[in-house]
């Protein structure tokens, strides 16, 4: 340490505590001075001195190219990440490595600043993640000082997402034991296989398995042997809850001719023979539908077809908020709503809640995510209505809330009701975090008993911030802010994510999507790698057998020693 054991000390208050405290009209001295009555007591009659000590909101420096000529940025010039998970001074020093050693191997210029830039981007991008989490994290530490302080003290350690329940527990086993038994996590028990009540229904874990639409319908909209196949595939690998994908009130509410429906009787058929599947020969996983209609980006391909695309032939009529193209020039331009068929949308959804009810779900989602007909009525840059439909977030939010309404009534009172939603459009002009978290607390008040949030979707020049489970951040907010009941989604993938997220108290329950087409049976086996074999998650009595991971054919056993000592 320079000048003889000096220290610096970082001061950090939100705006409002700042103005507050008339610190934005104060120069660099009286600001030190008054940094020094407040702690006082920590300074224990030391100095506080000033380097042109000013405030700041931390910027993260990011740059989209790295050389010009004979010029080459690195370091902090290059990229900066938030000195709360010190790591600039390593990436500066690891930028200086790779740029020596690939000015060695290449022995053109422009190939080694190539190179020198190709090598450390990823772990720059990874790390400036990891700092962004952790400066969220701190910015936004008011939502979380109700927390108990074990909770507290593990969100603030896994708070950038790098260290986890699992790292954790290897270093500090007694530290994590602690946070789990003060949540009430019995022993033994890792957090995900604890159980969540939602109303009248108890999951046995947290892991839900996201909504996914498998374009596998017959044109008509009802499920077939695929639907029953996959779900009941799931069903049977240990998720607590199964969720079908967006089931279409309409067939013009499709998103797609290969999507399915809740709109005729053969539907509600064929529906209930999913649901008996599961609760048969699955007991005790729950099953959930989600509700949607799929407004401005309906009439269009499957998925591996030209996802977004209109079809080739046979497009029907769409209809929208307002009369805006999803993509002007390729997509239709939808009708815009009138006052009278809102209502016949909304009886359309109270039917298919019905039929759902009939058909033996035991949770509906309504689906508001994504840019589909209800989250087109969310966001200001679809919804251009002038009527009482459209303009502010009240108005938005009307229809969306008269369909909850509508919904809720026919849902069997005991069941639970979840709303997705797309947490930001990531688009200029678009939902926001805050307006998230109104659009959250609306749909808790007409009780919604957890809201499901995912973000974008809703443009399609949206700039998603995609990462390791980067949709959470928002799940968390709202969850901690309302203290609603969320579901966290995507790139969730590690079991360690899932028992941290759930343990740091930034969400309930996982949705994982992906992961559940990759492994059927993730859940369970999520459960053998962690050797826990307790009631969150029973191997279906047929499977027993192979409950445990198969040995990999390498052994452990000593090796022959060929020197004596
Ligand atoms: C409060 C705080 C705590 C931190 N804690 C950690 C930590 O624990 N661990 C960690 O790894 N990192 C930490 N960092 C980050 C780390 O300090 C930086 O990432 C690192 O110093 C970047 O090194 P650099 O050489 O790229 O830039 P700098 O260290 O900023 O060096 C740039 C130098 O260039 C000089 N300079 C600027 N303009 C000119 C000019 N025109 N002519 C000549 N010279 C010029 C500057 O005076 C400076 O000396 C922290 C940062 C802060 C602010
Ligand atoms: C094949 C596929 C189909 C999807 N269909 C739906 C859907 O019908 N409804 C929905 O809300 N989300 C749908 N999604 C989004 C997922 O539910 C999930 O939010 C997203 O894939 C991110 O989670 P993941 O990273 O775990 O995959 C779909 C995703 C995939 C991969």
Redesign the pocket.
């Known amino acids: 340490m320079p000048d003889g054991g000096a220290s610096t000390v970082i001061v950090e208050m939100r705006e409002e505590v700042w103005r507050a405290n008339g610190l934005d009209a104060q120069d660099e001295s009286a600001a030190a001075a008054w940094c020094a009555a407040l702690f006082a007591d920590t300074l224990g009659g030391r100095p506080l001195r000033t380097n042109n000590s000013s405030w700041i909101a931390f910027r993260t420096v990011v740059n989209e190219r790295w050389s010009h000529g004979r010029i080459v940025l690195l370091g902090d010039a290059a990229h900066t990440a938030h000195f709360s998970i010190g790591s600039g001074t390593k990436l500066a020093v690891e930028d200086a490595l790779a740029l020596a050693a690939c000015l060695r191997e290449q022995p053109a210029l422009p190939d080694a600043l190539a190179a020198y830039e190709a090598e450390r981007r990823p772990v720059v991008a990874s790390t400036q993640r990891a700092a962004r989490a952790s400066l969220a994290w701190f910015e936004d530490l008011a939502t979380y000082t109700d927390q108990p302080p074990h909770q507290f003290a593990f969100n603030l350690l896994t708070r950038s997402r790098r260290v986890t329940h699992d790292n954790l527990r290897l270093r500090d086993a007694g530290f994590t034991d602690a946070v789990a038994a003060a949540a009430g996590v019995p022993t033994g028990t890792p957090p995900m296989f604890t159980p969540f009540r939602l109303r009248g229904l108890t999951l046995r874990n947290r892991v839900v398995v ?6 596998a319908a017959d044109g008509d909209g009802t499920p077939g042997d695929f639907h029953l196949v996959h779900l009941g595939a799931r069903a049977l690998g240990g998720a607590g809850l199964v ?4 089931v279409c009130v309409s067939p013009e509410g499709r ?1 797609t001719p290969a ?1 399915t429906g809740l709109y005729a009787p053969q539907h509600e058929r064929a529906w209930r023979r999913v649901t008996d599947f599961v609760h048969a020969q699955a007991p005790g996983t729950a099953v959930g539908v ?1 509700l ?1 209609h799929s407004g401005r980006k309906g009439s269009t391909r499957r ?1 591996w077809e030209g996802i977004d695309q209109p079809l080739p032939d046979g497009n029907w009529p769409l209809v929208a908020p307002s009369a805006l193209p999803y993509r002007p020039g390729v997509n239709q331009i939808p009708h815009a709503l009138t006052t009278a068929e809102l209502g016949l949308v909304r009886q359309q959804f109270a039917r298919s809640a019905a039929a759902a009810a009939r058909a033996g779900f035991d949770l509906l ?1 309504l ?1 508001c ?2 840019g ?1 007909l209800l989250s087109g009525f969310l966001s200001p840059l679809t919804n251009r209505r002038t009527d009482a439909y459209g303009g502010s977030l009240a108005g938005r939010l009307r229809f969306p809330l008269e369909v909850f309404d509508a919904v809720r009534e026919e849902w069997p009172a005991d069941r639970p009701m979840t709303v ?1 939603i797309s947490a930001t459009d990531w688009a200029d002009g678009g939902t926001t975090p805050d307006d998230a978290v109104a659009i959250a607390a609306a749909f808790a008040e007409h009780g919604a008993d957890a809201l ?1 949030v ?1 973000t974008g ?1 809703v443009v399609p020049d949206e700039r998603p911030d995609f990462g390791r489970s980067y ?1 959470t951040p928002y799940a968390d907010r709202i969850r901690n802010t309302l203290g609603v009941p969320v579901i966290a ?5 590690s079991w360690d994510d899932v028992n941290s997220l759930i343990l740091a108290g930034r969400t309930d329950l996982c ?7 990759y492994d059927p049976h993730w859940t369970l086996h999520a459960a053998a790698e962690q050797g826990y074999s307790g009631p969150g998650a029973p191997w279906p009595l047929p499977y027993q057998a192979g409950s445990r991971t198969p040995p990999t054919g390498r052994t452990d056993a000593p090796k022959p020693r060929l020197t004596l000592h």
């Open positions: 996201s909504p996914m639409d498998m374009y969720m079908t994908e967006m998103i999507c989600q949607g998925m989602e689906h995510a994504h589909y997705r499901d995912s979707q949709q989604v995507g790139a969730i993938s949705a994982l999507a992906r992961p559940h087409l």
